[in-house]
């Protein structure tokens, strides 16, 4: 994508579009909602090719006529894809004048189109007033009989599941447009925590099963692999983490996998097991 020659804010009008000069600018100056109706007042048929660089993505909207008919930010595509972009708070554009659309992936009218986004938006927005700053990582609680009192759907607990202490809130939200009300909720309900509670690993002890021992492999520098060794049936999980020196979330994660294809048993600590969830 080509820079602009001018940083700055730079007005194009109907006029200096028809004498051929090229619609390209940066977010930071002119919102794509901006951008979205000056193509559709102007009926321009092209791409809107975006990018920015944190997180680096490309993306782009198709438009025929001045309506949009297709947008794309992989993984998303149609209007998911279109209402994430509305997120973004800086990056470039350009426009590519009868560039083709790959496919006709939105039905919905332009304008709709853009007050929903704008609505959803507004949402977000709000939603981030009821969460910690957004580069505040979380933890999921671990917490049975909280989760089983809480009313969730299958979309709160795919993003509950997503916690494991990396991954910030900025990034989740910037990831899916979607997910402000779904981290609302488990923030509030503590479900979701800065705090980790990685307690119960020292109250865990687990060992080989048959299955499992015929798997090892001490050449092996899997983290999974490396668990399986060194839960020996004496250890805590604890204590096995310290051994593989690795972070509690990632011994977790290994625990579960290695657990749910049955390579490891329950020794003691039955009441901490079911906090591997």
Same mark, same amino acid.
């Given at each position: 994508?080509?820079?602009?020659?001018?940083?700055?804010? !730079?007005?194009?009008?109907?006029? #200096?579009?028809?004498?051929?000069?090229?619609?390209?600018?940066?977010?930071?100056?002119?919102?794509?909602?901006?951008?979205?109706?000056? +193509?559709?007042?102007?009926?321009?048929?092209?791409?809107?090719?975006?990018?920015?660089?944190?997180?680096?993505? #490309?993306?782009?909207?198709?438009?025929? *006529?001045?309506?949009?008919?297709?947008?794309?930010?992989?993984?998303?595509?149609?209007?998911? #894809?279109?209402?994430?972009?509305?997120?973004?708070?800086?990056?470039?554009?350009?426009?590519?004048?009868?560039?083709?659309? @790959?496919?006709?992936?939105?039905?919905?009218?332009?304008?709709?189109?853009?007050?929903?986004?704008?609505? !959803?938006? *507004?949402?977000?927005?709000?939603?981030?007033?009821?969460?910690?700053? @957004?580069?505040?990582?979380?933890? !999921?609680?671990?917490?049975?009989?909280?989760?089983?009192?809480?009313? =969730?759907?299958?979309?709160?607990?795919?993003?509950? @599941?997503?916690?494991?202490?990396?991954?910030?809130?900025?990034?989740?939200?910037?990831?899916?447009?979607?997910?402000?009300?779904? +981290?609302?909720?488990?923030?509030?309900?503590?479900?979701?925590?800065?705090?980790?509670?990685?307690?119960? +690993?020292?109250?865990?002890?687990?060992?080989?099963?048959?299955?499992?021992?015929?798997? =090892?492999?001490?050449?092996?520098?899997?983290?999974?692999? !490396?668990?399986?060794?060194?839960?020996?049936?004496?250890? #805590?999980?604890?204590?096995?983490?310290?051994? =593989?020196?690795?972070?509690?979330?990632?011994?977790?994660?290994?625990?579960?996998?290695?657990?749910?294809?049955?390579?490891?048993?329950?020794?003691?600590?039955?009441?901490?097991?079911?906090?591997?969830?």
């Amino acid at each position: 994508m080509t820079e602009s020659p001018n940083p700055g804010t !730079r007005r194009i009008t109907q006029s #200096s579009v028809s004498k051929g000069l090229v619609i390209q600018g940066n977010l930071n100056d002119t919102s794509l909602p901006e951008t979205v109706q000056f +193509l559709q007042s102007l009926r321009k048929t092209g791409q809107l090719a975006l990018e920015r660089k944190e997180p680096q993505q #490309s993306a782009g909207i198709s438009f025929v *006529d001045g309506r949009i008919v297709h947008a794309f930010c992989p993984p998303l595509v149609g209007e998911r #894809s279109f209402h994430h972009l509305l997120t973004w708070r800086s990056g470039r554009y350009i426009f590519l004048p009868n560039a083709p659309a @790959r496919e006709r992936s939105i039905a919905a009218d332009t304008n709709a189109l853009l007050l929903d986004g704008l609505r !959803r938006l *507004d949402e977000l927005r709000r939603c981030q007033e009821r969460l910690p700053p @957004r580069g505040t990582v979380l933890y !999921r609680r671990r917490d049975i009989e909280l989760l089983h009192c809480v009313q =969730i759907s299958i979309a709160h607990l795919r993003l509950w @599941r997503q916690l494991d202490g990396r991954v910030t809130i900025g990034e989740l939200l910037d990831a899916d447009a979607e997910a402000g009300p779904l +981290l609302v909720l488990l923030v509030e309900a503590g479900l979701a925590t800065p705090v980790p509670n990685h307690h119960f +690993l020292a109250e865990l002890t687990l060992a080989q099963t048959v299955a499992g021992a015929a798997q =090892i492999d001490c050449e092996s520098h899997d983290l999974a692999s !490396r668990l399986l060794i060194a839960c020996d049936g004496h250890r #805590s999980l604890a204590e096995a983490r310290t051994v =593989i020196n690795c972070s509690p979330e990632e011994a977790i994660a290994a625990a579960e996998y290695l657990l749910a294809l049955r390579y490891l048993h329950l020794v003691k600590g039955s009441e901490a097991a079911a906090l591997l969830i």
